[in-house]
């Protein structure tokens, strides 16, 4: 059974920076195309960012520039940076496959205050 365990969400100033983990179980992350979302209240769930299995990545044009998706294979941990956050980046960021296949985990809460 797949278990996907996010972290490192906060509450943070707008211009602040974020350092997001996302731990796998059940999965190997350098084999799939992983990918990290959001869901804002009252919208629905987004794709922020992906990283394929040989290393490409691909971002949506808002948070291009400022988000940096990677993965540890040797931990098998997908990571994202953030960094000059925005009030509109407020949301619960989840981790999963890119498109998702696996059972959502808690998520972390990301807070920019402006």
């Known amino acids: 059974q797949v278990q996907l365990v996010e972290s490192g969400g906060g509450l943070v100033q707008a211009g602040g920076s974020l350092r997001l983990s996302c731990a796998g179980f059940?999965?190997?992350?350098?084999?799939?195309?992983m990918g990290w979302y959001r869901q804002a209240p009252g919208k629905q769930r987004e794709l922020v960012a992906e990283v394929t299995s040989g290393g490409r990545t691909n971002y949506r044009d808002s948070v291009k520039g400022r988000f940096t998706i990677s993965r540890d294979n040797a931990k098998n941990t997908l990571v994202l940076q953030m960094n000059s956050l925005k009030p509109e980046d407020t949301a619960v960021y989840y981790c999963?496959?890119?498109?998702?296949?696996?059972?959502w985990g808690q998520g972390t809460q990301v807070t920019v205050s402006s």
């Open positions: 999963n496959t890119s498109p998702y296949r696996a059972q």
């Open positions: 059940g999965i190997i992350f350098s084999t799939k195309t």
